[in-house]
């Protein structure tokens, strides 16, 4: 079974940047997708940002140009960058990864906070 573990949420000023780290616990080539999801409260889960293997990546229009995802498959890491947050970026964030059509994976996710 694959897991996929987040950290580096928190609570963060508006304006403010964070960096989002999940950590899988099998090698990145070979998940076909890997991304970022979020939850706000009373909200359904969104996608934020997704890069798969081969292919560029894409970003949710309410983060792009703030947010950057990087896959370190070499690692089995892989991050958010997440630049000029606002107060509608405060969410759960949780990890997905995926094969294809074959299975897909998810963190338990991290709490990103934005706030003055």
């Known amino acids: 079974q694959v897991q996929l573990v987040e950290s580096g949420g928190g609570l963060v000023q508006p304006g403010g940047s964070l960096r989002l780290s999940c950590t899988a616990s099998?090698?990145?080539?070979?998940?076909?997708?890997m991304g970022w999801y979020r939850q706000a409260t009373g909200t359904e889960r969104e996608m934020v940002a997704i890069?798969?293997?081969?292919?560029?990546?894409n970003y949710a229009d309410s983060v792009k140009g703030r947010f950057t995802i990087i896959r370190d498959n070499a690692n089995n890491m892989m991050y958010l960058e997440m630049n000029s947050l606002k107060p509608e970026d405060t969410a759960v964030y949780y990890c997905?990864?995926?094969?294809?059509?074959?299975?897909?994976?998810w963190g338990q996710g991290t709490q990103v906070t934005v706030s003055s």
């Open positions: 099998r090698s990145g080539f070979s998940f076909h997708a």
């Open positions: 890069r798969r293997r081969f292919g560029s990546a």
């Open positions: 997905y990864a995926d094969e294809g059509t074959a299975s897909a994976f």
